[in-house]
C-alpha cells in the first residue's frame, strides 16, 4: 500500500517577520543541552514579566498602524465631517492614554494570552499560573477597572476584585521559542463576535454579499468603530471559526496565503476583503455618526468546512485595538513595540477645521428645558453639554426597576438629570476622574418605556445603537437619546469630567449609580421626540447589484 500522507497545517501565519520588538530583559532566559540538543529554559517569572509588561501597556498604547489609519480619515476629503472628528477625537485620546495613567478605554477588558511553546522551550510547569500573576499584577497596581464577575450559584455573581480569571490558551508547536498574543477584550466588542451556521448555498457571490450587507449593518456601533473587521467562511467546527476570526481581527492571520489548495489550506481572499470594505463604506453609518469609516480595513479568510457545514464567523477589534505580540527567545524576553508618541500622528487643525463646536446644551437647567432645547434640533446634531448628570448602567437599573415595580417612585435624581450609561474605572491620583467612556446603549432598551413612563430617563447618553422600541418610548414620552463618541475615555476624563461623587449603591463599584460634573462633552442626537432614529435608515439592508 502507498502512502501518500502529505500535513498540511489548516492556519501556516504567526510568523511576524516585519513586527518590531523591544527587549525587555535577558535574565531568566538560558539554555541547556540534553539528548543532544540545545534547550531554552525559562524561569516562570519571566512569565509573569511579561505578561504584566504587556497588558500594561496595551492598556495604553496602539499599534502605530492602526494611528496612521485614524490619522488617513483627517486626510482623506471624502470623509464625513463626523468621521474626522471621531478621528480627532480618538487621535487625542490616544495621546492622552500613552500618559500611562488613565487607559485607553475605561472598559479594561478580559485579559486573553495565546502561547505557541516550542517542544525545546522548558518552564517546569505551572505556565497559566505565572500568566495570571502578570494580570493580576498589572489590573491590581494599574488605573484599570476590574470586570470579570464570578458566579456564586446560577443567578448570584460577585466581582473578582482582580480582573481574573483571564483566558489562557497553550499550545505545542516545533523550535526552541516562546511567542505569544496579548489581547484584552471589552464587552462592546466581544459582544459583537457573532456565528451563523449556513449551507453550501451561501457560497456564491450574490448570495454572500446579500448576507453580509445584512449582517454586518447589524453589528452598529456599540463596539465603537472604525473596526478592524474579520469574517471566516468555513472551519472545521463553529467554534473554531469563531476563534479564528478573533485572530483574525488582531490581524495575528495577515500572513496566511492568498489561495487555497486541495490539501485544505486556510487563505485570506483579498478580493473579497476589497468587496467587502467597500460594501461598509456605503452603509452611511461611518465612524460612529455618518460617513464612510465603517471600518478601517477588512480581513476574510476561507476554511476547510464539513461538506454539511459552512459556519460563518464574524469579529471586530474596535477603537480600543488592544493586542500585541511577544516572544521568549535565546537572546531575551522581547514585546512588541507599540507608539509611545501618538501626538505626532496629530495633525495641526482647530475647531473650525472640524466644522465647529457642538450646539451647547446647560444640563444644570430644569429638564423640561433641556428636552425643549433638544427638541429644535435633527438627529446627528452635534452637541456640547456642560453640567451635571447621573450615571447608572446594568445593575443600577435593575435595581431601580425593582423599585417601580414594588409601587416605589422614581428616583428625584433620575427625574431631573440626564443619564449616563457608563463605568469608570479606577480613579488615579489628584485627577477628578477615571477613564469614563460610554457603555454600549442596547442593555438598558428594555427599561426605557418603564422609565420615562415614570418620569425619569427622558434623556440618555451612551454609545451604540437602539431598539425600535426605544425610538417609540422617547415619541411617546417625549424623551431623546444622545450618542456619545466610543472610545475616547481618558480624553473624557482629563479633559470633560470635573466632578464624581457616589449617589446610591456604592457597595456595586463601577456599577453605582454616580453624580458627575461635565465642561464640553461631546454628543450627538440620535433618537429624539418625534420618532427620528438615525441610525433607522443606515440599518437597513439595500438591494444589492451583484451577479451570481
Known amino acids: 500500500m502507498s502512502d501518500d500522507f502529505v500535513y498540511q497545517d489548516m492556519l501556516p501565519a504567526g510568523h511576524h517577520g516585519d513586527t518590531p520588538y523591544r527587549l525587555l530583559t535577558t535574565d531568566g532566559v538560558s539554555t541547556s543541552r540534553a539528548g543532544g540538543r540545545e534547550l531554552l529554559e525559562v524561569d516562570p517569572a519571566v512569565l509573569t514579566l511579561l505578561t504584566a509588561e504587556a497588558i500594561r501597556d496595551i492598556s495604553h498604547f496602539l499599534r502605530p498602524g492602526h494611528l496612521a489609519q485614524l490619522r488617513a480619515i483627517l486626510d482623506d476629503p471624502e470623509a464625513s465631517p463626523n468621521d474626522r472628528f471621531v478621528a480627532m477625537e480618538l487621535l487625542h485620546n490616544a495621546s492622552i492614554a500613552a500618559g500611562g495613567v488613565l487607559p485607553s478605554c475605561q472598559d479594561t477588558g478580559t485579559a486573553i494570552v495565546v502561547g505557541k511553546k516550542g517542544e525545546l522551550v522548558i518552564t517546569g510547569g505551572g505556565d497559566e499560573a505565572a500568566i495570571a500573576r502578570g494580570v493580576y499584577d498589572t489590573f491590581l497596581t494599574s488605573n484599570l477597572r476590574y470586570s470579570q464577575m464570578a458566579p456564586l450559584d446560577m443567578y448570584r455573581e460577585v466581582n473578582t476584585g482582580n480582573n481574573l480569571p483571564a483566558q489562557i490558551e497553550i499550545y505545542a508547536t516545533e523550535g526552541d521559542e516562546y511567542e505569544f498574543l496579548f489581547m484584552a477584550k471589552g464587552g462592546g466588542s466581544a459582544n459583537k463576535s457573532f456565528l451563523f451556521q449556513e449551507t453550501r448555498a451561501l457560497l456564491n457571490e450574490a448570495s454572500l454579499m446579500r448576507f453580509l450587507d445584512e449582517k454586518l449593518r447589524a453589528i452598529g456601533t456599540s463596539a465603537c468603530p472604525p473596526y478592524h473587521l474579520a469574517i471566516v467562511v468555513g472551519g472545521t467546527s463553529a467554534e473554531y471559526a469563531l476563534k479564528v476570526a478573533k485572530y483574525a481581527s488582531a490581524r495575528y492571520l495577515d500572513d496566511l496565503p492568498s489561495g487555497g489548495n486541495n490539501l485544505g489550506v486556510g487563505f485570506r481572499d483579498h478580493q473579497v476583503e476589497q468587496q467587502v470594505l467597500e460594501l461598509t463604506r456605503g452603509f452611511g453609518i461611518g465612524a460612529q455618526f455618518g460617513g464612510k469609516y465603517f471600518c478601517h480595513d477588512v480581513r476574510v479568510v476561507r476554511l476547510p468546512r464539513h461538506g454539511a457545514s459552512c459556519p460563518v464567523a464574524i469579529a471586530v477589534s474596535c477603537s480600543a485595538d488592544r493586542q500585541a505580540l511577544g516572544k521568549i527567545t535565546r537572546h531575551g524576553v522581547f514585546l512588541e513595540e507599540l507608539e509611545r508618541d501618538p501626538a505626532h500622528f496629530l495633525p495641526e487643525v482647530t475647531d473650525e477645521d472640524l466644522h465647529g463646536v457642538g450646539i451647547p446644551i446647560d444640563l444644570s437647567r430644569p429638564m423640561d428645558e433641556i428636552r425643549s432645547t433638544l427638541s429644535q434640533y435633527p438627529v446627528k446634531t452635534r452637541l456640547s453639554l456642560t453640567g451635571p448628570m447621573v450615571v447608572a448602567r446594568d445593575i443600577a437599573h435593575a435595581k431601580i ?73 422617547c415619541k411617546r414620552h417625549g424623551g431623546f437619546y444622545l450618542g456619545s463618541i466610543g472610545g475616547p475615555a481618558a480624553r473624557l476624563a482629563k479633559e470633560c469630567i470635573t466632578k464624581v461623587e457616589v449617589l446610591e449603591y456604592e457597595e456595586l463599584g ?39
Open 401 to 473: 426597576k425593582e423599585r417601580l415595580d414594588a409601587g416605589e417612585a422614581m428616583p428625584d435624581y433620575m427625574r431631573d438629570h440626564m443619564v449616563y450609561y457608563a463605568g469608570p474605572a479606577k480613579t488615579p491620583e489628584g485627577l477628578a476622574s477615571g477613564s469614563f467612556g460610554p457603555t454600549t446603549a442596547g442593555r438598558m432598551d428594555s427599561y426605557v418605556d418603564q422609565f420615562q413612563s415614570r418620569g425619569g430617563g427622558y434623556v440618555m447618553l451612551a454609545k451604540g445603537n437602539r431598539s425600535k422600541a426605544v425610538t417609540d418610548a
Open 510 to 548: 463601577m456599577e453605582a449609580v454616580w453624580r458627575i460634573e461635565v465642561v464640553d462633552f461631546p454628543a450627538f442626537i440620535v433618537v429624539d421626540d418625534k420618532g427620528n432614529d438615525f441610525y433607522e435608515d443606515v440599518s437597513r439592508p439595500v438591494t444589492l447589484s451583484v451577479k451570481s
